[in-house]
């Protein structure tokens, strides 16, 4: 049996997951890939803490260089987080013919560009499957199992911190200051949760999974990145009795030569698959040609479902030292055009406004609507105490998101309006 050499830089949560699952089933992974796998140097930022999985002190160095200078070591596992040592990292293993095995997806999302040409260059493949969705194996589906197919669309919950949060806001009634203190609790969410609720751990998994789809890189300062801080309780009531939940939701469509990308809070009907989702667990919805609809639904983040992705990259990377392939994790193309500026991106929409309950107050926020050529499908204006604030929800027909987000500041603007509009995404998945 052969034995490869592992070079681990990032000893956190998965780092440590991945040496502890590696020994733990040293002989079901032997017997099912033929090899066998020997970390030989763990790279950690303080080398003598103490962790809660043991591994020889001699393994660690706190220099990522030193993971290069061992010759044994022919697979790199960087799991450091960040974007530069990672990129550094990345580079210089690429170039000394070291295959790599990635879980960053913000490098991945912010410079997969410039690491898979010189993947190409060096005929050297880079494997990410744990960069999103933790356990579920959407990279290696989308990159191969779907390879006949033209990918319609996917929509993805591809946060399990917000997802989390969401869940607790609708079940509980909890609103959205008590459920993220909640989350942090209970260790859902980080103590900076940053990332997680501002949409862009999502986002980063949503620019990753659309370069796989469509063959090109979609520049990060170009999509709608929006996060959940704004989802109030009221929003969660009303969606309800709309007949719809809201979702953190990553959403990737082909349309017309185009393809946009984008993450908001969304109002997905009840009866879709999506909507009842809940709780940390994340779920893609891909969508075919030739497949139809494939839901993929698991835990997407934590020590077990992450180092279970990272093992099964290090397989396919034993697998590829044996027999070189001709691709190296992701190939550019362009078949599907360009990517669709958030501006241009038409979609339905939710809109809520705390207004004065006085006569004429509808018809001035339709008169602007309507010059804008926006259609409202619907309204929901609750009974409220005469001449106290009282909230209005707007459901939009489909307009270009940027002549939305426009008119949107017009109506801020009205002497009527108190406070900042919410407006969200309305997704009818057809």
Known sequence: ???????????????????ENLERHRDLIAERSGYGFAVRRIIARDPKKQRDVDAPSTLFSSRWQDL??????????????????A???????????????????????ERGAEIFALACEHRVPVFFEAAVAGGIPIIQSLRDAFVGNRIESIHGILNGTSNYILTRMQEAGLDYPEALA????????????????NGWDAAHKAIIMAALAYGFWVDPVSIRVQGIDRVGAADIHFARSLGYSIKLLG??????????VGVAPTLIPLGHVLASVNGVFNAVAIRGDLVGESLFYGRGAGRGPTSTSVIGDLVEAAHVLGAPRGTYGFSSHGLY?????????????????????????????????????????SVVQ??????????????????AFGRMRETVERIRALECVKGDPVLFNVETFS
């Open 382 to 399: 609750p009974e409220s105490i005469a001449g106290v604030e009282t909230p209005l929800v707007l459901m939009i027909h489909e307009a």
């Open 182 to 197: 909640e989350a942090v609790k209970l260790g859902y969410a980080e103590a900076d949760p940053t990332l997680d609720i």
């Open 251 to 260: 959403s990737i469509r082909a349309n017309n030569g185009r393809v946009e």
């Open 1 to 19: 049996m052969k034995t490869i050499g592992i070079g681990l830089a990032g000893f956190g949560t998965v780092g440590a997951g991945v040496y």
């Open 68 to 85: 290069l200078d061992d010759p044994e070591i022919r697979v790199v596992v960087e799991l450091i987080g960040g974007t530069k040592d």
């Open 87 to 109: 990129f550094d990292l990345t580079v210089a293993a690429i170039r000394s013919g070291r295959i790599v095995v990635t879980g960053n997806k913000a490098l991945l999302a």
């Open 337 to 377: 055009g360009r990517s669709c500026p958030a501006d241009e991106i038409i979609g339905s929409h939710y809109l809520r406004l705390s207004v004065d309950d006085k006569p004429g107050v509808l018809a001035k926020i339709a008169g602007l609507l309507g010059e804008a050529g926006i259609g409202i499908s």
